[in-house]
């Protein structure tokens, strides 16, 4: 089968990291598949060097007559069997290559409960029948979708994420390697991963450190991404004088190491799709605390803790409690959380699921 993805871009982010794993995977079955990116360069790439990606360079709203011409080419040159199209403008610019183009099948897929405003859903709504089928990475994320009348329930289902566990895993060489090199010491360290926009809320984390910080002073917070808020929060540190809690290492390649080294796993998104990085946490039994918003619920079950959006009380009072387990304790949840994740959010379950919608 040849199958092309197409997505808005290859920057550090879950979806990235979903579409190059699913595409590795794929062509270890024997397909043939290309990456097509619109915007931007190419960070997250696919292990294995054969697959093809193909830029755009889309640059804004200015540029999408030339995008969609020049998807249109890629598509016509390599004739896939299946088009598979990730986040909001590769999807939209996908299905209406059905207005001009002869394709097999087209599958769209959102990564979020939030894709954008009234407008984006409009967007979906009016190109949704281009599409054979859609998907979104939880059942909270398809309905979110379904209430804002953006596809209707039939139109639209569910195919979690997949983590890679033989990648992510609990390494104890890691462990004291990054630690050293963080100089964490005897501190506990709390993990963060993420791009600093507005929708991981780190001023909501950043609130709850400062909180914490007034009765210990045992962690150190260690944040891996960036993105156009970076200025906004290194202005924030500076504000609630957290430079000796908060540390910024910026893009990493090294994620799974860090999270060997880290203690607890945070998250302090305002909203989210499926979050990726929670489940590739407990892949590698860290304690996750974690806001619960969109799929997040569907991902941590009963091991870990969820605490409410945007309230840095509850997350600071629930990091307080996760800092007092014991190292024993910790481990024990970890344990059962990778089973968790080896039993529901396996690679090979997210590559099965896509190959049936393909061929359906």
């Given at each position: 089968?040849?199958?092309?993805?197409?997505?808005?871009?290859?920057?550090?982010?879950?979806?990235?990291?979903?579409?190059?794993?699913?595409?590795?995977?794929?062509?270890?079955?024997?397909?043939?598949?290309?990456?097509?990116?619109?915007?931007?360069?190419?960070?997250?790439?696919?292990?294995?060097?054969?697959?093809?990606?193909?830029?755009?360079?889309?640059?804004?709203?200015?540029?999408?007559?030339?995008?969609?011409?020049?998807?249109?080419?890629?598509?016509?040159?390599?004739?896939?069997?299946?088009?598979?199209?990730?986040?909001?403008?590769?999807?939209?610019?996908?299905?209406?290559?059905?207005?001009?183009?002869?394709?097999?099948?087209?599958?769209?897929?959102?990564?979020?409960?939030?894709?954008?405003?009234?407008?984006?859903?409009?967007?979906?709504?009016?190109?949704?029948?281009?599409?054979?089928?859609?998907?979104?990475?939880?059942?909270?994320?398809?309905?979110?979708?379904?209430?804002?009348?953006?596809?209707?329930?039939?139109?639209?289902?569910?195919?979690?994420?997949?983590?890679?566990?033989?990648?992510?895993?609990?390494?104890?060489?890691?462990?004291?390697?990054?630690?050293?090199?963080?100089?964490?010491?005897?501190?506990?360290?709390?993990?963060c991963v993420g791009r600093?926009?507005?929708?991981?809320?780190?001023?909501?984390?950043?609130?709850?450190?400062?909180?914490?910080?007034?009765?210990?002073?045992?962690?150190?917070?260690?944040?891996?991404?960036?993105?156009?808020?970076?200025?906004?929060?290194?202005?924030?540190?500076?504000?609630?004088?957290?430079?000796?809690?908060?540390?910024?290492?910026?893009?990493?390649?090294?994620?799974?190491?860090?999270?060997?080294?880290?203690?607890?796993?945070?998250?302090?998104?305002?909203?989210?799709?499926?979050?990726?990085?929670?489940?590739?946490?407990?892949?590698c039994e860290r304690f996750?605390?974690?806001?619960?918003?969109?799929?997040?619920?569907?991902?941590?079950?009963?091991?870990?803790?969820?605490?409410?959006?945007?309230?840095?009380?509850?997350?600071?009072?629930?990091?307080?409690?996760?800092?007092?387990?014991?190292?024993?304790?910790?481990?024990?949840?970890?344990?059962?959380?990778?089973?968790?994740?080896?039993?529901?959010?396996?690679?090979?379950?997210?590559?099965?699921?896509?190959?049936?919608?393909?061929?359906?």
């Amino acid at each position: 089968m040849k199958i092309l993805f197409v997505i808005t871009g290859l920057g550090m982010g879950g979806a990235e990291h979903v579409v190059t794993n699913l595409a590795d995977e794929l062509v270890k079955l024997g397909h043939e598949v290309k990456i097509v990116y619109l915007t931007g360069n190419s960070v997250v790439l696919p292990k294995n060097t054969c697959i093809e990606l193909i830029p755009i360079g889309m640059t804004g709203s200015k540029d999408l007559i030339y995008a969609y011409l020049k998807l249109r080419k890629v598509v016509n040159r390599f004739q896939p069997d299946v088009v598979h199209s990730h986040m909001f403008h590769s999807n939209i610019l996908s299905r209406l290559l059905r207005l001009s183009t002869k394709i097999p099948k087209i599958v769209t897929t959102a990564h979020n409960t939030n894709e954008g405003g009234k407008y984006r859903m409009l967007a979906y709504r009016l190109t949704d029948k281009l599409a054979d089928i859609s998907t979104n990475v939880s059942e909270e994320a398809v309905n979110s979708f379904v209430a804002k009348k953006a596809t209707h329930s039939s139109r639209m289902v569910s195919v979690s994420n997949g983590i890679n566990t033989n990648e992510f895993y609990f390494d104890p060489t890691a462990r004291k390697t990054k630690r050293l090199e963080l100089k964490i010491e005897n501190k506990k360290l709390i993990l963060c991963v993420g791009r600093l926009e507005a929708q991981k809320d780190y001023p909501n984390l950043f609130l709850a450190i400062s909180h914490l910080k007034e009765s210990r002073q045992d962690f150190k917070v260690s944040i891996v991404g960036d993105g156009t808020l970076r200025n906004n929060l290194n202005e924030m540190v500076d504000k609630l004088q957290l430079h000796d809690y908060i540390s910024f290492l910026g893009v990493r390649r090294d994620v799974k190491d860090l999270m060997s080294a880290a203690d607890i796993y945070v998250m302090s998104s305002a909203w989210e799709g499926f979050g990726l990085v929670v489940a590739e946490a407990m892949a590698c039994e860290r304690f996750v605390v974690a806001t619960d918003c969109g799929g997040v619920k569907e991902v941590v079950g009963s091991n870990g803790v969820l605490v409410e959006p945007k309230n840095h009380h509850v997350l600071a009072q629930e990091l307080d409690k996760s800092l007092d387990m014991t190292i024993d304790e910790r481990l024990k949840v970890g344990a059962v959380a990778r089973q968790h994740i080896i039993d529901n959010y396996s690679l090979n379950a997210n590559v099965s699921a896509y190959l049936k919608l393909y061929s359906n």
